[in-house]
């Protein structure tokens, strides 16, 4: 492609996340690239070469190098010689070589980057990706102390779908089930819901309660009720015959059902946050997912994230729960943080969104920080926060948490 430098060959050292990789590589745009792997980064080395194919050009040229023993100093130069040599490249040598060592084992980088000095590679071609901290911007470093900010760069396309690609995970989107919850729904529950927080247990448990009939029909009789929670909502009674009839078969009907459940036991509270940062009109222009129901491998083991947000080259994982007790949201708040790390490395960011009080929420702040010790620790966002983001009672907005973290 015409915006790749010309016969350049970027090696880079496949990690267990290929995220930074990939970043890496959009940033660069060389001509050719070589992956450098192991046995344990085999699989993710085959995810990598798919998604920079699609970002780059299916013509884009991919070379490989598998390292026997990662720990080894001796196999990983022998991989990178190879490389830097020419190999069996039909091509022939590239006119330029460049290194990236952000990924693979520490004994990896040490011995690529020795192996390239000693191939008299360039110190302006070695670099790394610096996913960047507190007060400091992701940049790619070079070894002759060069840097430029990852955001400088004319184009790093990322999504969520990339993302989750990278990590052999498989997304199916939340698509509403006609007639699904209206915003006014969202906002009458969280508006009753901060005049009287025990109500979102209250909604939780009758959840549980309608769920527990397992066919839609067998609830007919004892329906959600609206007004019994002083609620006025698009459906007010639900599920009616009436309702049921209009569903061509029974598994549509099970699955507007649940939508329903779900959402007046804890969903509505997603959907706000979401409705909260598109408000916002960020730029560069986000990305926002509700309900990432994701699974990995043929036994698709489950991978749930409430909101998702991507923007420019940064990701932001959210929980939301509608429990204030400590124990549940410290629970979220680490599951939250482990998987935000998973899928985006140290550039990712997450959130807890709970109903959780003043002190609750310094408590889980301190226990996260205590546990995480890194620059981007999870935040935790309770209930003095919602009421700050709502507009319930005619009050007037105040996203700048929200807005502030978004843009860290």
Same mark, same amino acid.
């Given at each position: 492609m015409s915006e790749h430098?010309?016969?350049?060959?970027?090696?880079?050292?496949?990690?267990?996340?290929?995220?930074?990789?990939?970043?890496?590589?959009?940033?660069?745009?060389?001509?050719?690239?070589?992956?450098?792997?192991?046995?344990?980064?085999?699989?993710?080395?085959? @995810?990598? !070469?798919?998604?920079?194919?699609?970002?780059?050009?299916?013509?884009?040229?991919?070379?490989?190098? $598998?390292v026997e023993d990662?720990?080894?100093?001796?196999?990983v130069r022998r991989a990178v010689d190879a490389l830097l040599s020419g190999g069996e490249d039909p091509r022939g040598p590239p006119n330029e070589v460049l290194l990236n060592y952000t990924g693979g084992t520490k004994v990896m980088a040490t011995h690529a980057r020795i192996a390239f000095l000693k191939s008299h590679g360039?110190? /302006?071609?070695?670099?790394?990706?610096?996913?960047?901290?507190?007060?400091?911007?992701?940049q790619v470093r070079f070894d002759d102390g060069r840097r430029q900010?990852?955001?400088?760069y004319s184009h790093v396309p990322l999504d969520l779908r990339t993302i989750l690609s990278l990590h052999g995970i498989q997304h199916t989107p939340r698509e509403p089930k006609e007639p699904a919850p209206t915003p006014e729904d969202t906002r009458e529950i969280l508006c009753k819901v901060l005049e009287d927080v025990p109500m979102a247990?209250?909604?939780?448990?009758?959840?549980?309660?309608?769920?527990?009939?397992?066919?839609?029909?067998?609830?007919?009789?004892?329906? $959600?009720?609206?007004?019994?929670?002083?609620?006025?909502?698009?459906?007010?009674l639900f599920p009616t015959d009436e309702q049921l009839s209009r569903l061509a078969n029974g598994?549509?009907?099970?699955?507007? $059902? !649940?939508?329903?459940? !779900? $959402?007046?036991?804890?969903?509505?509270?997603?959907?706000?946050?979401?409705?909260?940062?598109?408000?916002?009109?960020?730029?560069?222009?986000?990305?926002?997912?509700?309900?990432v129901n994701a699974y990995r491998g043929p036994e698709k083991?489950?991978?749930?994230?409430?909101?998702?947000?991507?923007?420019g080259y940064r990701s932001y994982f959210i929980s939301c729960t509608t429990a204030s007790t400590k124990d549940i949201c410290k629970g979220k708040l680490f599951e939250i943080a482990v998987r935000s790390r998973q899928l985006g490395g140290d550039l990712a960011r997450a959130a807890l969104v709970c109903l959780a009080s003043d002190d609750t929420v310094s408590a889980l702040q301190a226990d996260i920080d205590d546990v995480w010790g890194a620059s981007n620790t999870t935040t935790v966002f309770g209930?003095? /926060?919602? @009421?700050?983001?709502?507009?319930?009672?005619? !009050?007037?907005?105040?996203?700048?948490?929200?807005?502030?973290w978004l843009e860290s």
């Open positions: 430098r010309d016969t350049t060959l970027l090696i880079l050292l496949v990690g267990s996340n290929p995220l930074p990789n990939y970043l890496s590589a959009c940033a660069l745009r060389p001509s050719r690239i070589a992956l450098v792997y192991t046995e344990e980064t085999k699989d993710a080395k085959e @995810r990598l !070469k798919t998604q920079l194919r699609r970002a780059l050009g299916e013509d884009l040229g991919i070379a490989e190098s $598998f990662a720990t080894c100093a001796t196999t360039k110190p /302006e071609n070695a670099s790394y990706l610096d996913e960047g901290g507190k007060n400091r911007q992701p900010l990852l955001s400088e247990a209250a909604l939780y448990c009758e959840r549980g309660r309608l769920e527990e009939y397992n066919n839609p029909k067998n609830v007919v009789a004892a329906p $959600f009720r609206a007004e019994r929670y002083g609620l006025t909502l698009s459906q007010h598994e549509k009907r099970r699955s507007w $059902f !649940k939508q329903w459940c !779900k $959402f007046i036991g804890g969903e509505w509270l997603e959907d706000w946050v979401g409705m909260q940062i598109r408000a916002l009109t960020l730029e560069p222009t986000a990305e926002i997912t509700i309900g083991v489950q991978l749930e994230v409430d909101v998702g947000v991507v923007r209930l003095s /926060e919602i @009421r700050g983001w709502s507009d319930c009672g005619g !009050k007037v907005r105040d996203r700048h948490s929200l807005k502030t």
